[in-house]
């Protein structure tokens, strides 16, 4: 019989034990690796049982015991010392208080679809929800003053079953908030905060606000599952990418407008400060920067000179180098939406603008969400270089006329939280033969550390991820066949001595997970080789709705279910960070076979690589960035091939090749202690020079650096003096683009150089430009040089302002009264410092000192 409701009454703790509550509650724990042993101490085999969630432990573990334990001076004195040390933590100075300048940001607000903290809080799918969290923890260990904010999901994702025929199966189990991590967050008179969101037909929208405590940084969840709500809209915060059309939407206007209605809540409910800067994490979140424009209106702004704060003052990351990714709306669901006293500030028409697809190969009547997320941020990311690079040539029509290499989109590569992710084994390594807990600083070419201390470490690993892989295959089992024992076979299910491949992703067709199936008896025989056997261990979720992602679950479950191949090969279920934090540092070799470009970073492969092990990739991601040649191997991509076929064909083809030829063979050429001393080297290469790179530590630091600060300096100057600033600079972008159609560069001129123009010479250039009216000071004229390539494109081509002569009559500025000289004449010198091709052309484009970018107005005048 099932229960028709169902809720988590709390367990009572001793007064002596008090100190469990607030450790259990912040979820610190979830990378404090010694409150992770406190934990366990209380009760091992429930350790275990509860998935390694200390409230699912304390509630399940025996009154009995809690008596022992609170009786038990040692262990009463151990809580207590660490519920000091988290004390010290949230309050000690840390890099951020020690290292950075007064110009960076007091506090800034962390928007995010999805937050993939601890498994005891299922609120991620993948990489993205996974990112979020890491940022979250680092910004915490760094000292940066970040709020979170996202929705509380009753159903999180999904929990995957995969069914005797190999199909992908979802189940929705409710999560009840009480037996999570979370707390209310209230008023001082106790009740309930709520945000509420008008919708159309009068109907409103209301949302609870969940605070989740992650180390120093609060995490705000809102939630629709409340009787304030009708009862279609308490489904709103169901599912995590559960529906599609108006239901997304919904959570997507909750998660913007009621996402900063909630961080006014919290800042006025606490001594917490408003964000000075804020963070889109993907366009999901992008109404957040509408709210805040009608905050503005409402203080006494136009929408353009709100408009202005709002982009000083946000970062927007673009996390998918594929269209799909994009969340889009119709227009006119967009403007039922906004036709109501959702945003009374903001007109319907301004909305529809900022997200409109009104550019060369755009799609009239489309709202697009990474469209508005640009539009809305002066400072904006992709999460690798290469996928800098591939955000700036599929976004580049939002700023046309520009180069590609012009384009306003930077990169800051993603990184992982290394505490989290770093095996214990490995931690303890470092603890005792380096001296350090920080395996990321340590010295791993050190001597005090062996390659039998380092073989041995990893093989620890491996083993532990064996029983973990067979664990996971009984239960599943059990689950499907109730009361029916374990194959026989089970047992030997892996080998913790064969070298083992893992590959564990979302199941999106892009990432190919059924590239290895491209050979089967190929694949057969590198994984029941004699001399050098291989396994391989699989895992992942394909979208509900993906039917072809769920054919190629089945197509790979059915051949590893063979049964000479069902030991060598296993596809595990319901992929989420349990089973991550033992898959990663169990596997030997991390495979990766995107087709590039079209992976965005791909960080499994660096949760891996901090644990030592070895990565086999296509150069797509991040992997393009950091291979070296003795960190893995490099898949070569064959782009040029003639089809998708034939394509998959060569890259499998590369990939066993290098299976076989290359990486098993290392892996068992062994000395007479039985170790693999040029397999080790690379571990030792790979945790020497990998680690620091790859640690979310960097990228948090990149962030506050590189656009957190900028933007709270851009923030702070169009604020200041009641906002006039960005009265002035709305009403000269509005000056400048009536202008712009008149604004040319007539004629180009240039000496110089001799007949053969040698290294050393220089080119004087010469340009006549027609302001249309505009200042001097509004625009930059540059000779852009460079070598030219075919079609006369230049290749990095690099840039050299030129000075201006006044010339010709005095021409009226658009709308004002007052004269400008039209200057006619601008002139420079470059200096030609390498031999070879070479070409230059010269531009004009808008300059003010309230502009982040060159390019970003999307205005440019180019000789012709």
Sequence with gaps: MKAIRRFTVRTVLPASLGALEELATNLRWSWHL???????????????????????????????RLTELADNSEFVNRANELLADLHTYLTEPRWCQQNTSESAPKSIGYFSPEFGIAAAL????????????????????????????????????????????????????????????????????GTAAQVVLALPGGRALYARVWRVQVGRVPLLLLDTDIPDNDDDLRSVTDRLYGGGGEHRLLQELLLGIGGVRAIKLLTELTDIPAPEVFHTNEGHAGFQGLERINDLVAAGLTFQDALQVVRASTVFTTH??????????????????????????????????????????????????????????QHANGVSLLHGEVSRGMFGQLWPGFDQADVPITSVTNGVHAPTWTDPSLVALAQDKLGTLDTTAADWGSEAVSDLDLWTVRNGMREQFVQDARRRVSAAWEEQNPGVGDPGWFSELLDPKVLTIGFARRVPTYKRLTLMLNDPERLRSILLSKEHPVQIVIAGKSHPADDEGKRLIQKLVEFSQEPDIRGRMVFLPNYDIAMAQKLYPGTDIWLNNPLRP??????????????????????????????????????????????????????????????????????????????????????RHTLATLSPELSANRMVREYV??????????????????????????????????????????????????????????????????????????????????RARDGDTLEKPERIELSGSLEGAPSSNPGSSVQFPVVTQYTGTVTLSRAGSFGYNVRVVPRNPLLAEAAEMGLIAVAS
């Design 122 to 189: 299922p609120q991620y799918s993948g990489g993205l929800g996974i990112l979020a969290g890491d940022h979250l923890k680092s910004a915490s260990d760094l000292g940066v003053p970040i709020i979170g904010v996202g929705l509380f999901y009753r159903s999180g994702y999904f929990a995957q079953s995969i069914s005797a025929d190999g199909w992908q199966e979802e189940a929705y189990p409710v999560l009840d908030p009480d037996g999570l991590p979370l707390s209310v967050l209230r008023h001082p008179d």
């Design 34 to 64: 010694p409150t992770r042993r406190l934990f366990e101490q209380i009760s091992p085999a429930e350790w275990v049982a509860s998935q390694y969630d200390p409230i699912a432990l304390l509630g399940a573990v025996e009154p009995a």
């Design 705 to 786: 650096e590189r656009l957190y600060t900028p933007a709270a300096i851009a923030a702070r100057t169009i604020a200041a003096d009641a906002f006039a600033p960005a009265r002035a600079f709305a009403a000269w972008k509005e000056k400048v683009r009536a202008a712009w159609p008149n604004v040319a560069v007539t004629h180009v001129e240039s000496g110089g150089v001799d007949a053969v123009p040698q290294v050393g010479d220089q080119l004087h250039v010469r340009a006549s430009v027609t302001l249309g009216g505009l200042s001097p000071d509004d625009v930059a004229v540059e000779v852009v040089y460079g």
């Design 320 to 377: 998918t180098p594929v269209p799909a990714g994009i969340d889009r709306f119709d227009a006119s669901l967009i403007s039922q939406y906004f036709s109501t006293d959702l945003l009374p500030g903001v007109a319907v028409a301004d909305v529809l603008a900022i997200g409109a697809e009104d550019y060369h190969g755009g799609t009239p009547g489309m709202y697009n969400m990474a469209v508005m997320g640009f539009r809305l941020s």
């Design 598 to 683: 079209l992976e965005a970073c791909g960080t499994s492969g660096m949760k891996a690589a901090l644990n030592g092990s070895l990565n086999l990739s296509i150069l797509d991601g991040w992997w393009a960035e950091f291979y070296d040649e003795e960190n893995g191997w490099a898949i070569p991509s064959a782009d040029a091939a003639g089809d998708h076929a034939e394509r998959d064909k060569l890259e499998a083809n590369s990939m066993y090749d290098l299976i076989e030829n290359q990486i098993a063979p290392r892996f068992y050429d062994r000395d007479a202690d039985d170790v693999p001393k040029r397999w080790v080297q690379g571990i």
